[in-house]
């Protein structure tokens, strides 16, 4: 019996953590688990036009009684940072997957800032972050990370690397 | 394009909240929040004081994960206007319980009413309309009001009502997010994790 990819091991992760919202803005990185949410009768995925959408969206799971998930990349965080006063504010878990772009064999130079200023960026906003190198690592690391956001209510945020999810290729 | 709401914001939102039952509401920050709050505080109330722009996109969290339950969002333009693509992401997503009402003044009330695109070139029913919703309403007198309350409770609405520039006195719900997120839960019944 083969292994399941590492994509499909981290989409086990979210089912075991009980997440049945799965919010996110497109990413390459991201694309087996949003087929596989899409695919999933038990999980409800919604597509965003920008990512502090899916701030507010987990908010309002939790309120509403679910867990739910926000999946999207590096460039995308810089656009959530007023939005995270939200899930900080009023002690509501906070849950996010992010691809990295600009730190590993970038071809696209505006990848580059958003991507350097990432971690950094989370952290003062109040977001735990954590990262995941290593295909064989990255379900116990998105298992470990789901469980200090919803049972602890902090938000926190999965750094996927880039090495990880590997480069994008632009042919020329 | 002029804005000519006339309505006072206090007795429509006193109109639409009336006998609210189990209906869930979002409040968006500034006025919207304070005249959910005048109407009466209740644990189902959950106002925003900042995160602006987010109103929509919380009652959509709350709607897919409450699908029994009616979800109402109520908000003004400014706030609206700053998650308009919030409109594109509910329209296309599955979520038949959540109506929206825009308390609509054309005005940034809170910063010292400064025009807001409402009251220049902007109509957000027609742009919600454009983004696929399929029922939308605008109310400009409170028999139209009356009428878009029960719309509100059972369709998939994004309605506009047009409401006077006029400031009112702050009536300041609790502000203490993790409190009225906890009450929310309570009395919606969600076990605590």
Redesign the interface.
Known sequence: MTQPSWQMQVYAALRAARI??LAYVPDAGHAQLIEAAHADPVM?A?????E???????????????R?VLLMQSSGVGNCI??L??PV????PFFALITMRGEWAEFNPWQVPMGTATPAVLTAAGVHVRRADRADEVAEIVAASAALA??SAVPVAVLFSQRLVGAKVFAK | MRNDGTLDRRAVAAALLRDPGDL?V?SGLGAPSYDAAAAGDRPLN?Y?W?????????????????RSRRVLVLTGDGEMLM?M??L??IA???APNLAIAVLDNARYGETGSQRSHTGLTTDLAAVAAACGWSAIATARDMAEVEALRPRLRQERLFAVIRISPDELPRHLPPRD??H???R??RA?G??T?
């Open positions: 049945t919202q409800r919604v597509v965003l036009t920008t502090e959408e899916g701030i507010a969206l987990t908010a309002g799971a939790w309120l509403g009684g679910e739910a007023n939005m006063s939200l504010n009023c002690r509501i919803f049972e | 869930l979002v959950f925003l900042g995160a602006m722009g987010g109103a929509a996109m919380v009652g959509l969290g709350i709607a897919l994960a409450q998650g693509g919030s594109a992401t296309a997503a599955d997010g993790a009225l997120a906890d929310f839960r919606l969600v076990p994790d």
